[in-house]
């Protein structure tokens, strides 16, 4: 019983920090683009032009 007494503040807390990292990435645009990422990731700008 004291066990949980610890515990569900311990997870408590670590859900809200969660949610609140969440929301941060959602209000600075983390997921505004996922189209463009996806293509980003085919692009291959490393690579010299051909001559």
């Known amino acids: ?3 949980l007494l610890l515990l569900i503040p311990v ?3 670590l859900g809200g920090l969660g949610l609140v990292a ?3 990435s959602l209000s600075s645009g983390q997921y505004d ?3 463009g990422a996806a293509a980003r990731v085919l ?3 490393d ?4 001559r």
């Open 1 to 3: 019983m004291n066990g």
């Open 11 to 13: 997870a408590l807390g």
């Open 22 to 24: 969440f929301m941060w």
């Open 33 to 35: 683009d996922l189209e």
């Open 43 to 45: 692009d291959d700008d």
């Open 47 to 50: 690579m010299p032009a051909p």
